[in-house]
């Protein structure tokens, strides 16, 4: 797209790349349920992982069949109950992201029993995957991305979306869809693990999480209850962070361990 850049007190024609944004609506069993803001592409991944996440379904299995048309998703569950059995045990409120988001109580979420170990070079070598894959983030800084990843930083998928939430739905709709055993795996992110964030994860039974950036209070709750390890502000050596005046290289590598650190090798 073509725009107007403003650079050492003169304007000059420039060329950017723009986000795109799709409104999908989802409909179930031939009612509405929600119309969702997302990045086109893996949208039948984000219908699976989205249902997965608010508790709509608990496995692949009750789902029918997913078509997509258009800017339309149609879904058959085998039960046509459980959408409205499900929304009558959820709140909903108005999250960050500005979308409207389902979550149950965090008693109903699974504990995380995973076994797995995670090296912290591990960590560092998915984390900086993320960032040469994510082409779109790196272009346009107009998106976030999130990647899931073996035990020994090998890549399962990695994907980029308007939505924080967004890149989780398809992350964990790709794992369902090709029956990934999520609990020998782990997952980055550019967003902050907020307490939906966190939910989405715990209910895949990711057991290890980690960020580029913060990590909430209710995010951090969530990751107890679970068992979840949950790690923010990874910072490797060469790590470019952008702040209000300037950009920053990182010259040490680093990280905060919340909960979990038990799963994390440091050798």
Do not use: W
Not at 10 to 23: C, D, L, N, R, T
Not at 25 to 36: E, K, R, S, T, Y
Not at 140 to 154: N, R, Y
Not at 179 to 188: A, E, P, Q, R, Y
């Amino acid at each position: 797209m073509e725009c107007r850049k403003l650079a050492d007190g003169k304007f000059s024609k420039a060329e950017v790349g723009v986000v795109i944004e799709k409104e999908l609506h989802i409909f179930v069993n031939g009612a509405p349920l929600i119309i969702a803001s997302i990045a086109p592409g893996m949208e039948r991944e984000f219908v699976t992982g989205y249902l997965f996440g608010q508790g709509f379904i608990n496995a692949l299995e009750d789902l029918v069949s997913i078509e997509i048309e258009d800017n339309a998703a149609k879904v058959t569950l085998k039960d046509a109950g459980k959408v409205s059995l499900s929304a009558e045990k959820v709140n909903y409120r108005i999250v960050s992201g500005g979308g409207r988001v389902a979550y149950s109580d965090d008693t109903s979420l699974p504990e995380i029993c995973a076994s797995v170990k995670i090296n912290k070079k591990a960590i560092y070598r998915a984390m900086n995957t993320l960032f040469e894959k994510a082409d779109m983030y790196r272009e346009t800084e107009g998106v976030h991305a999130a990647g899931l990843f073996t035990a020994e930083a090998g890549p399962i998928c990695i994907v980029e979306d308007i939505g924080r939430h967004n890149t989780l739905d398809k992350l964990i709709g790709y794992g369902l869809i090709n029956n990934i055993d999520f609990g020998s795996t782990f997952l980055v992110s550019t967003g902050r693990m907020a307490s939906e964030m966190a939910t989405k994860i715990c209910r895949a039974g990711i057991p290890v999480v980690a960020t580029k950036t913060a990590v909430t209070d209710k995010g951090l709750k969530i990751g107890r209850t679970c068992g979840l390890t949950i790690i923010g502000f990874v910072r490797d050596t060469g790590t470019m962070i952008h702040t209000d005046m300037d950009i920053r290289i990182i010259s040490e590598a680093g990280m905060k361990i919340y909960t979990g650190a038990e799963r994390i090798l440091c050798e």
